[in-house]
């Protein structure tokens, strides 16, 4: 029986019923075929191997996607599953869940022989031989009863439990490769052979089902690429990473600490609190420019107010209370409340929107401490937020207004982003008219500008929609930083109102706006970034000077003087250690310039210049080399 097939670019094909996915690749072209790992029935993912019985969309899933990678990886886990078994015998190793990770995948397992790194490379092998074998991967289900008998045999209680916690109108299907079988939605790839390059990374301990009342597994974790230069750069990020992290260059450079007297709380050291200073200085003239007025809010406010905003009924559990006078308080998690009753404070006419209002503003947010994570997840931290007050009319251009702000910002420190507009989450508040009105302001501003965006349904604030900035750092991480939100609700909640042209009350609207988000998440972002080596502007110390003997200190001292009263900051290293150690420990301390001072240098009043990752650059007179750092800091290059 011919059936018809609707292809991706809108092209249907006529094919006989009972053909299969890989099939219809081959039909299109032969590299197609190569690739597939998996298609698409009506938008539904199923094996490459599965027969299409009646007209529908079909779409060709290649390992180079993202959902063709997640079945690679998921297909890797199953591998390293059966090798497990193997090497360990079946009734001994209980196979708990396996799921696909960003950049990798894991699986849970209770068995009693503790696994070491050395093992991972016993099972890495046993691994390769399963690929080598090119085992067929197939699916099949089962009745509830069966699938029960199957892994009652195999004395596995994990794969039991989670047969048990199935609905009863669920359909159990099982994926089998020689003598494993696994229970598993799928899809798979259709052989081990497909699966080429991996590697086991770690073991750690996990709850059973992410409970703590349940008994500690062991997870593995691996990833895996089709091709093997993937799995290569991917590996020696991995390894740059650790090289970078901001943990280990916070310590070495002084930049922060932290403490048990305060879990989750960062502690500001000399060097770190230049960085965030200038990080302050740079958006707070760029913002002065663009007419935003520089508040502060306090600390924490009465409970009340959250519960006018709405935090309190969204927000409660990630708030810190205390008693005050036989009130209740909270500690700010967010600024706007705060900047609802400053905007409420004087009365304002339609002519002075948009009235713009930022704050460097610290807030408290509760994360569990497992959650903690450098200054990456913290529990308080400087958030540059901004609300903006406009008109219905004005929306538009302002948004894009703060786009490019945004873009100007991410420049000066060699940023490329992607954007996300994020809709209406299930939790929200306001009527269904005003959050499209609100969706579709920040949509239209987007495609206005021409840029590309993906749409990230339900993860918008309760209170609006939002476009998030997602910055790709030097390891080709990403990170979610700055955000734009619609808000039509707080205004309404405060009562805000503007005196408008026809001298009736009108209600404002809110963009809530964050550029670096937390300032104190972004130091660590850059810290990597910049792998400690900041630009000049940034550099805590941007200059060090190096007397090569206890003769030259005195000279190094005038040198430093004239250098600070050009508003750059310097250090001299007085120490009796020889030139060469002075210039490794500039060199350790990520130091931009190193001046070496000498007999030469104090008869000629010059300095002998050293520039980070350039090397000797000559001799240079002190005002003419202040006039090079000046304009490098002026002009903000990156590195």
């Known amino acids: ?17 009972g053909t299969t996915i890989e099939e219809v690749a081959a039909a299109i072209s032969p590299s197609l075929r190569d690739k597939a790992i998996a298609g698409k029935l009506d938008g539904k993912l199923v094996d490459l ?16 996607s993202k959902e063709g990678l997640e079945i690679y990886r998921h297909s890797t886990a199953h591998l390293m599953a059966q090798a497990l078994t193997r090497l360990y015998g079946r009734s001994t190793v209980k196979l708990g869940i396996g799921p696909v990770i960003e950049d990798g995948f894991y699986y849970d397992v209770d068995m009693e022989h503790q696994l070491t790194p050395e093992d991972l490379a016993k099972i890495e092998k046993e691994m390769a031989a399963i690929a080598a074998a090119n085992l067929v991967i197939r699916r099949r289900e089962a009745s509830r009863d069966e699938a029960r008998q199957i892994f009652e045999q195999q004395h596995d209680h994990l794969k039991l439990e989670l047969i048990d916690a199935l609905p009863a109108d669920a359909v159990i299907s099982l994926y089998e490769q020689g003598e494993f079988v696994d229970l598993c939605r799928g899809p798979h790839l259709p052989s081990t052979g497909r699966i080429r390059a991996f590697k086991l990374q770690s073991i750690a301990g996990a709850y059973w089902r992410g409970d703590s009342n349940n008994k500690v597994l062991q997870r593995i974790y691996g990833t895996a690429f089709p091709k093997q230069a993937q799995l290569d750069e991917h590996l020696m990020l991995l390894e740059e990473a650790k090289k970078r992290d901001h943990r280990k260059l916070g310590k070495e450079l002084e930049l922060f600490m932290f403490s048990e007297e305060a879990p989750g709380m960062p502690f500001y050291l000399r060097h770190g609190m230049v960085i965030r200073n200038e990080l302050e200085s740079f958006l707070r ?59 409420k404070n004087a009365r304002h006419s339609y002519r002075e929107l948009p009235i713009r209002i930022s704050e460097f503003g610290q807030v408290h947010r509760h994360e569990f401490s497992g959650a903690l994570n450098g200054m990456m997840r913290v529990r308080t931290f400087c958030q540059d937020d901004a609300h903006i007050f406009v008109r219905s009319d004005q929306i538009e251009a302002e948004i894009d207004r703060v786009i490019a702000l945004i873009d100007q910002i991410y420049s000066v420190f060699g940023f490329s982003y992607a954007m996300e507009l994020s809709t209406r989450p299930e939790d929200s508040m306001g009527s269904q008219e005003l959050w499209d009105q609100a969706e579709a302001a920040l949509s239209n501003v987007l495609n206005n500008r021409g840029v590309q965006y993906r749409i990230n349904e339900g993860d918008g604030a309760f209170y609006g929609p939002k476009i998030d900035f997602h910055i790709r750092d030097a390891l080709k991480r990403s990170w979610q930083c700055a955000t734009i939100q619609l808000d039509f609700q707080m205004p309404d909640k405060f009562e805000l109102s503007y005196i408008g042209e026809d001298n009736g009350k009108h209600r404002p609207v809110v963009i809530h706006r964050a550029v670096y988000g937390s300032i104190d998440r972004f130091i660590g972002i850059l810290t990597e970034h910049f792998a400690g080596l900041f630009p000049v502007w940034l550099a805590p110390v941007q200059v060090k000077l190096l007397p090569v003997s206890d003769h030259y200190v005195d000279y190094a001292y005038e040198v430093r003087k004239q250098l600070i009263e ?28 190193m001046l070496v001072l000498g007999e030469k240098e104090q008869a000629s009043g010059t300095v002998a210049v050293r520039r980070r990752g350039e090397g000797d650059l000559g001799s240079m007179d002190i005002a003419l080399f202040a006039e090079r750092v000046r304009e490098e800091i002026q002009r903000k290059a990156h590195e």
């Open 1 to 17: 029986m011919a059936i018809q097939v609707i292809l991706p670019n809108g092209a249907a094909r006529e094919i006989q019923a």
């Open 285 to 343: 003239e760029v913002q002065s420019r663009q007419q935003y007025d520089e508040v502060r809010t306090p600390l924490m406010m009465n409970q009340r107010l959250w519960e006018q905003s709405g935090h309190w009924d969204h927000y409660k559990d990630n708030m810190y209370f205390t008693d005050v006078d036989d009130s209740r308080f909270a500690l700010k998690p967010m600024n706007c409340p705060g900047h609802m009753l400053i905007y």
């Open 566 to 593: 050009q508003g750059i900051r310097v250090e001299v290293d007085e120490s009796s250690e020889k030139l060469g150690y002075k210039i490794r420990a500039a060199q350790l301390a990520k130091i931009p310039y």
């Open 49 to 64: 191997y599965t027969p299409i019985q009646s007209d529908c969309s079909v779409e060709i899933v290649t390992q180079d």
